[in-house]
């Protein structure tokens, strides 16, 4: 039976220790009460419920999967999700980090952000439904009319009604200015909504009395494009005078996708047919309240990442510990030596290592992020919050994808070190990568996250490099310091060879981009966001090495939690020297390299034949100079 | 809906215009009559099955799965799978490289090769049910008594009979020497077998009449460990006097795994209660035979990834050539711009070429080596039977392990190219990836392929080096002649620079294992077996880009085909350029850096701590100085 345990120790770490989390409580008087000793007890509360109650449904909700009623075009959740996420709800956590006045806690983004890890290792089905209604509940706080808000806030706050997010159509997935759902201004100011959307999540469910979607749609006057799109609230049942359900609105699930993984999470085709929806914000300006939810989901997706990495990694290091196979290497050719746990192999450990390594340096890249939130937010000066707004957007699109695809390469791991045993259901942690790569697609694929990284964030020209120098002055300035200090020596040379990797790419994708050649970046930009997070990874680990060596100087002699201590320096230097240097050394090579991709070979030749039905590239190079990239 | 085209193309490139295997006809007189027309006809057939009745029940068997009766204990198999199945032993394929003298066809091994990529790109599951029985047939061939092959051979190729490796027990995986099976001699010659046996691929079904199992069991005055496991052959049905299926025998399936993927095939659980065995070969000496059906049944599985790896791909490139989504990146602030197919933008384009030059190379690696098999096999001179047979062992463990590897990431990058509907069951794409995970596990998981090919193939003082001469010195020749040949001197310098780094890590290798630092080359055994991958495969494509240069000079001018050969030669530089330049550098930091991981570190520090339930490494250098590392 597979196990988690959620890593409080590692979490605490990371927030208090490393990242003096607790500090916000005296900086920003809307967290005056959020000190440490409150945070450190919701984080429990969260890690019982996440443990005790999510992750007991988690692969029976796999097996059972959801199932749809074309019959009432219902959709019914798996045993057991109902009670859970009643239990949730009345536990207060959808609105942790929410506005008191609609009936949230008012606590820090971080401590949501952290409760997001707990609850999607545990069971990523059971935390979309509630996850997709923190999504739904900040694009409404921030855009809606107050009459909207007083009407859908509280409900969605205490899990009573829900929220989606409703996107995708066939035809526009990555591409949301194809978008065709139209919307119709009706005599009582209402809209009627009329299309059809697709992977919905969460769109049909039996847990809430109400569901609540987020729809894009286009205004008869609008634009074609991303610049026609506006944004509406379309309730499954029409609230009453009292804010209560009402009739039905023709907002339909018309069918739910079998799928390789989440398969208790709701996948919905959505059929609107004339729904009465309200416009949330401005005409036409429905893309940014969009992005407000997806920059908000593509944390969410990168925390899902952790979460699963988390989970998959604790299954093999216990199986790895457990499972007894093959002698030790210097026993082999003795017959009268026994077999041992395969955590006694070193290829295993190294497998382990690999995993943690990048799991605890993510988490602490992770959170950190999640802080820069809570100070764009909420902090008193406005240079602070504008900063952290743009560290934070500089890092979302790492997290996303970084973190994504490290859950599904730990999670094949994990069942490749199973043997055997990973590949059939029911030992339960081949679950952990069915569900996995879905976070790799969702909220924009991870390839749409390198674009919006590298030309919307690096190669911003109206931003002068701003975002790229509150990433690199602290960082330049941390590698100094940790050259002088002996426990970090080694590390900052491979940081200081990191750094000029990263420079040298960023000098060469401004002059491609000078002489447009835009191909030639977009074929390596993967590798670059990749590089980048390699870096944001490193500076992290340099303080959790201040921090576990402040840790160890404090601790009494002999006492048990030195080996946590000691775990995180090994940790580091695995990262250091296993991870980072050789991967920073491919990736230079792979932009070197790329910057010759399209240049030296005629086009003809680059993409495989007609045969397979590829077609020729139509992309040319083009010189309108310099100016930002993107626009969207 | 998924498609398959049967790339016969690019295997008629390979195998007649790369490796000349039309001369085996000439060299070696059993082949006698396998010229290239004979061969072409023969693939042309292959082709034909798998693409017209294999492929069509690839998704709906995915679907169905194999059913399991308790009350009878027998394996329903889907829809279609009989007829197919059927239809495939009418065609001889089975036998198809078997001895004339039991009903075979007799050609040569590469053909079965290269009929196993297309079968198992077509239908994994259904092509297991005849894999299976090819093994049994070699082992039996080669150890059985006359008197059991004349029984058991010819119904095995005609397909009436099939045949399963029994080999696994709950606690006896990747570990063998931990076998219990039991065989107890009779007083008429045979043996009765009582243990269980679990993960047994296709150890019942409902597509032939019988089913031989190779079982894997200890005699009463066995040894301990691997050397005391003795093989026999325990039919389901006890052949009668006119050699057809008589009594049943008490050799059952007892249930039927749920799996991640390779749905319709039987993973079967198998309970042998005193059944009927008859050994083959001489008692305690089973792990011989083993390793004969496992060395093929790798080879097999390398043909599994890449079968998975090319119909990953194929629908890759099918649906970025047909899905319209985004504007070319040239056009993105132009409203009036229309949305392109995928393919044009750059990074779809590189996914694509990654996958493609890594397919199209190991491809080659691949037949290569079949081919080396036959040499091995039938070749009059004893010097050339014993290098090439040298030779496939060095590259099997290669072969298995990359190419599975390859599968999962290309299956993986494929359905991430598809998007959200890569991750709906429907599109049929995700079925790839996961089919393709077993194959790192089974046979050998990959871990123990990098420690077969490090310690037992390379690493070999007994052999003093001779297998890594029969690889290192034709392609030090190869690559002198591509260094002074315009079209290949660029990749002949990564071709260097990648010999130099092969050389110094075989060095840093024999210094640690001459100190009995077994642990330092472990932990980086897998990135020394891919890292010798690179090198075959960067060989294989400087012999494609001269016969694609040779191909092209060949032909009229305007000739459509001149596209397949340019787009050879681009692949080729993109595999130089993109996967092996930089993967190679990557791999040389690695195993430098794998030296210090267990030399810097405390052995306390090297592992999580046991918090999670991690224990100590019990692992410590010793010092037997030379020797051949392994025995088994």
Chains 1, 2 share one sequence.
């Not at 942790?96 to 999607?120: F, H, I, K, R, W």
């Amino acid at each position: 039976m597979p196990i988690y345990n959620p890593p409080l120790d590692d979490i605490r770490f990371v927030l208090n220790e490393v990242l003096k989390a607790g500090a916000l409580a005296r900086e920003i008087p809307d967290y005056a009460e959020a000190d440490w000793d409150t945070v450190g007890g919701m984080l429990e509360a969260v890690s019982e419920f996440a443990r005790d109650v999510a992750f007991p449904l988690n692969q029976s909700g796999d097996k059972e999967q959801c199932t749809y009623n074309p019959a009432d075009k219902s959709v019914k959740t798996p045993k057991g999700f109902d009670e859970a996420y009643q239990q949730y709800a009345a536990l207060g956590l959808i609105g942790m980090s929410a506005d008191p006045a609609y009936g949230g806690m008012g606590m820090p983004q971080y401590l949501n952000v952290a409760a997001s890890e707990m609850l999607t290792a545990a069971n990523f089905s059971l935390s979309s439904y509630p996850g997709l209604t923190g999504g739904a509940y900040k694009a409404l706080h921030k855009f809606a009319s107050d009459d909207l808000k007083d009407i859908y806030l509280p409900k969605m706050l205490s899990g009573e009604w829900s929220g989606t997010m409703c996107l995708t159509e066939p035809q526009a997935g990555s591409d949301l200015g194809l978008i065709r759902t139209k919307a119709v201004p009706q005599n009582d100011g209402s809209h009627a909504i009329t299309g059809s959307k697709i992977f919905i999540t969460c769109g049909e469910h039996d847990l809430t009395r109400n569901i609540c979607h987020l729809v894009l749609a286009r205004l008869p006057d609008a634009p074609e494009g991303v610049k026609g799109i506006s944004l509406f609230v379309v309730p499954k049942f029409l609230p009453d005078a009292n804010g209560e359900p009402g009739a039905r609105n023709p907002a339909f699930c018309t069918g739910i996708e079998h799928k390789m993984g989440i398969n208790a999470s709701s996948t919905c085709s959505m059929s609107f047919e004339g729904a009465k929806g309200w416009l949330v914000g401005e005409p036409h300006k429905g893309m940014k309240a969009m992005f407000m939810m997806m920059n908000d989901a593509r944390l969410k997706v990168g925390m899902q990442g952790l979460g699963l990495s988390e989970i998959a990694w604790q299954n093999a290091a216990t199986y790895a510990s457990e499972r007894v196979q093959g002698k030790a290497l210097k026993d082999f050719n003795n017959p009268d030596a026994k077999s041992v746990a395969i955590i006694n192999h070193a290829s295993v450990r190294r497998h382990l290592m690999d995993m943690k390594a990048q799991i605890d340096g993510f988490r602490a890249l992770a959170y950190d992020v999640a802080i820069r939130l809570d100070l764009a937010a909420k902090h008193p000066e406005p240079t602070v919050r504008r900063d952290a707004e743009e560290y934070a957007g500089l890092m979302t699109p790492i997290l996303k994808s970084c973190l994504s695809d490290l859950s599904c390469t730990v999670a094949q791991r994990g069942i490749q070190l199973h043997g055997g045993m990973g590949f059939i259901n029911e030992t339960g942690v081949n679950q952990y990568y069915r569900d996995s790569i879905i976070a790799t697609i969702y909220e924009g694929t991870n390839d749409i996250q390198a674009m919006d990284f590298t030309f919307r964030k690096v190669l911003d020209f109206n931003d002068h490099m701003n975002r790229l120098g509150l990433f690199m002055a602290p960082l330049t300035e941390q590698v100094e310091a940790a050259k002088s200090n002996p426990a970090t020596a080694e590390a900052a040379k491979v940081m200081e060879e990191g750094i000029k990797i990263f420079q040298n790419t960023c000098t060469a994708f401004m002059q491609l981009g000078m002489a447009g050649k835009l191909d030639e970046i977009h074929a390596q930009a993967d590798h670059f966001l990749n590089m980048t997070g390699r870096l944001a990874v490193g500076s992290m680990w340099l303080k959790m090495v201040d921090a576990a060596n402040e840790g160890l100087a404090a601790l009494p002699e002999n006492d048990g939690k030195a080996a946590f201590y000691r775990n995180k320096l090994a940790l580091s230097d695995h990262y250091f020297t296993h991870i980072m240097r050789p991967d920073m050394k491919r990736m230079e090579l792979l932009v070197a390299a790329g910057a010759a991709f399209l240049g030296n070979i005629s086009r003809e030749q680059q993409v495989p034949g007609p045969e397979l039905g590829i077609a020729k590239s139509e992309s040319k190079p083009d010189n309108r100079g310099h100016g930002p990239f993107f626009t969207f």
